[in-house]
C-alpha cells in the first residue's frame, strides 16, 4: 500500500516541533520559539477540548431523541451542561453563584463517588480474603482496616496509635507508591514523545 505524501509532511513537521521544544530548555537562545510552541500547543488543546465538549452534547442530544433506555441520563447531562454555562460564562467560574455549584453540587456528588469507592475497596477486600488467601492479601487487608481504624471515630475512645500509624503509611509508603507511579509515566511520556520524535509512532497520519 502505497503512503500518502502528505504523511511525510506530518512527520517533518512533528519531528522539527518536537526538537525545537526539547533543544530550548538546554539553550536559552531558543526559549523563546520555544514558549511560543507551547502556546500554541494550549490554544490547540483548548480548542480540541471545545470539540470534545461539542461531540460529547451532540451524542448524547441524539440519544435523547431515540427510543433509548437511558435517554434521561443523557438529557440530564445536556440541561447541566446548558445551566452551568449560563452561570459561568457571563459572571466567570469564581461568582458567587459558580461557588455555589460547585460546593453544592460537583462536592456532594465526588464525595458520593468516593463512597462508592469505599464500598466497592470493601468487596473487593472481602473477595480477596474468600478466593485468594496469601501472606499479601493478609499485609493488603489487614493495612486498609489499620488505616480504616485511623480515621474512625468512636465517641469515649482514643485510637491515636491508629492515626499516628495512618500519618506514617500517607507520608511514607502512600508516598513512596505515587512517586514510582509518576516515575513510571515520566519515563513513558518520555519514551513515546521519542518515538513520536523519530518518526517510529505517527499519531497523526498512517
Known amino acids: 500500500m502505497k503512503s500518502n505524501p502528505f504523511v511525510y509532511l506530518l512527520v517533518a513537521i512533528a519531528i522539527a516541533s518536537g526538537a525545537t521544544v526539547l533543544v530550548g530548555y ?74 455555589w455549584l460547585y460546593n453544592n453540587l460537583i462536592i456532594p456528588i465526588e464525595s458520593s463517588l468516593l463512597g462508592i469507592l469505599a464500598v466497592f475497596l470493601i468487596y473487593a477486600c472481602a473477595r480477596l480474603f474468600n478466593q485468594r488467601m496469601s501472606i499479601y492479601t493478609l499485609v493488603f487487608i489487614g493495612t486498609v482496616l489499620l488505616a ?3 480515621w474512625v471515630t468512636i465517641p469515649g475512645v482514643e485510637l491515636e496509635g491508629f492515626k499516628d ?30 518515538r513520536v520524535l523519530i518518526g517510529a509512532d505517527r499519531p497523526y497520519g498512517s
Open 26 to 99: 538546554f539553550f536559552p537562545s531558543l526559549a523563546e520559539i520555544k514558549g511560543e510552541m507551547l502556546d500554541w500547543a494550549v490554544i490547540f488543546t483548548a480548542v480540541l477540548l471545545l470539540i470534545g465538549v461539542v461531540s460529547l452534547v451532540r451524542t448524547h442530544w441524539r440519544k435523547t431523541m431515540q427510543d433509548h433506555n437511558d435517554r434521561v441520563y443523557s438529557l440530564v447531562l445536556i440541561i447541566s451542561f446548558i445551566l452551568t454555562l449560563l452561570v459561568t460564562v457571563p459572571s466567570g467560574p469564581t461568582s458567587k453563584w459558580s461557588m
Open 148 to 150: 480504616m481504624l485511623g
Open 165 to 194: 500509624f495512618r500519618d506514617w503509611l500517607l507520608s511514607v509508603w502512600a508516598v513512596a507508591g505515587v512517586r514510582g507511579i509518576l516515575l513510571g509515566v515520566g519515563l513513558g511520556t518520555v519514551a513515546t514523545g521519542l
